[in-house]
């Protein structure tokens, strides 16, 4: 007897010391974030017909898959922020879309990156540029991204004693979109949102994002052929996420859904102890705010979650509260300077336009003329008095305040701010955006410095400059259609 328990508290010492290696791995899983660029809830899973997807479905079959995600900015790098630190961008001087690197701001002391936090807490970081994956990070605050991320490749990590924190960027379905896609796509059946025109120009720029799409899908493909190829499969929790909406005038940059809602996907293999809230197959509705997952990957690793981190943890036995509501804001990008900010609820969207003397398609980037044919589309047959009211919005100036029911009205064309049957919503929307950007302390509220107008006035002109012949092409062509 003394025998077996001198023994038993010798294995006892030994896994206190060294760790316990096997039963560590399991419950201390890999994490894999897998990014998509400017996508919004347009593959298969989510009901698009038209679309061949088989590997993000795939996912959304064997994991959990998230209807009600939204992201704190409809653009890139103050999304990309917000994750990287589960912080809004504004709350940290960082909300600008996007720095030159001689006026990125430098991170509170007391904020760490999710990468910081995952590697002292045992494990290594990864950023994937091979297999697929471009390396794209986009940060809009100073970070030695060589410390951030140890790593680039599988190989190197497969060589590791240490579970690793890995993210994958796909570029697809960024424009410009690819020339040709992998299947034919019917143009007659695409249908676009009402705010754009019923014409084959919206169509075919629809189907070339959505070959983009299919794209896409392919590359998120090879990265789970890498995760089985390297043995990681039984071992690794797989998110695939998008950084904001699709790139069409009123999806990215604005804040309404089809700028700000993304598809979200979570799969955790059987061989790992998954949450009570996990079940492959699962749909879940619950309001999330994409930051929520720089908080759950934390919590999913055994990481606590910092308490200066606005990010909630949905998963798991020491949970947040469910959101009621989601923030989301947009302010600088390039020439153009939006300051607008949303608040959100499952019935209700409430928009404050802080700034509101131009128009959606209005103050469009030279980037956007250059890229996005609807914008060319929209302006022509304005001149030619075709638009219809829904899609006129597009180019009148935009109100200060927006209300939307999106449970009756998904697309947010009917504006309910003035509506008298409303009022008590809006001001009580009205309110807590105010107590939430008073909370954070949103420094994109603040007047910008002189050099900070000065950057991107002159971004602007030079960006102008480079596409002028391009957006010229590119009038003429949705001209001819037009004709």
């Not at 992998?182 to 059946?189: A, F, P, S, T, V």
Request: charge should be negative.
């Amino acid at each position: 007897m003394a025998k077996h328990l001198l023994l038993t508290l010798s294995v006892i010492i030994i896994c206190v010391w060294a760790g316990c290696s096997g039963q560590e791995k399991k419950l201390r899983p890999n994490i894999v974030w897998i990014m998509a660029e400017d996508l919004s809830q347009d593959v298969g899973a989510y009901g698009n017909e038209l679309v061949s997807t088989p590997n993000i479905d795939g996912l959304a079959r064997q994991g959990v898959k998230f209807t009600n995600v939204f992201t704190t900015a409809p653009i890139c790098t103050p999304s990309r922020t917000a994750l990287a630190v589960g912080m809004h961008a504004g709350s940290i001087g960082a909300h600008h879309m996007r720095y030159p690197d001689s006026l990125k701001p430098d991170l509170p002391e007391e904020v760490l990156t999710i990468t910081q936090h995952f590697q002292s807490n045992g494990y290594v970081t990864a950023n994937i540029i091979s297999g697929p994956g471009n390396g794209k990070v986009d940060w809009s605050f100073n970070a030695n991204l060589d410390q951030q991320f140890e790593f680039k490749s599988w190989k190197d990590l497969a060589g590791q004693p240490k579970p690793f924190f890995a993210q994958v960027n796909i570029r697809y379905t960024h424009r410009p979109f690819p020339e040709n896609g992998l299947n034919y796509i019917d143009e007659e059946k695409i249908t676009t949102p009402p705010y754009y025109p019923d014409h084959p120009g919206t169509r075919s720029d629809f189907a070339n994002y959505y070959r983009s799409i299919e794209k896409l899908d392919t590359e998120v493909g090879r990265v789970l052929d890498a995760i089985n190829h390297h043995g990681f499969e039984n071992n690794t929790i797989v998110f695939f996420l998008s950084d904001h909406g699709r790139p069409m005038p009123r999806g990215k940059s604005f804040n309404y859904d089809s700028g700000i809602n993304i598809p979200a996907i979570i799969h955790i293999p059987d061989q790992l102890h998954a949450p009570d809230e996990y079940e492959a197959g699962k749909t879940e509705s619950e309001l999330i705010s994409a930051i929520d997952f720089t908080a759950t990957s934390l919590a999913l690793a055994g990481i606590e979650k910092p308490k200066n981190m606005q990010a909630r943890v949905f998963w798991g036995n020491h949970h947040d509260p469910e959101r009621k509501y989601i923030y989301s804001a947009v302010d600088r990008t390039g020439e153009s300077y939006f300051k607008s900010r949303t608040i959100r609820s499952k019935e209700y969207k409430y928009i404050r336009n802080y700034r509101h003397d131009y128009s959606i398609n209005g103050m469009a980037t030279a980037y956007r003329k250059a890229n996005y044919p609807i914008y060319h589309l929209l302006n022509i047959l304005d001149e030619q008095n075709k638009l219809e009211p829904t899609q006129q919005y597009l180019v009148n100036d935009l109100p200060e305040e927006e209300l939307y029911d999106v449970k009756k009205d998904p697309y947010e064309t009917s504006n309910l701010a003035e509506d008298p049957d409303y009022q008590e919503i809006r001001r009580k929307l009205k309110n807590k955006l105010e107590e939430h950007v008073k909370q954070i302390d949103d420094q994109g509220l603040e007047a910008d410095s002189e050099q900070i107008m000065n950057v991107f006035e002159q971004y602007g002109k030079q960006s102008m400059e480079q596409r002028k012949q391009k957006i010229k092409q590119l009038h003429e062509q949705v001209q001819a259609r037009v004709n």
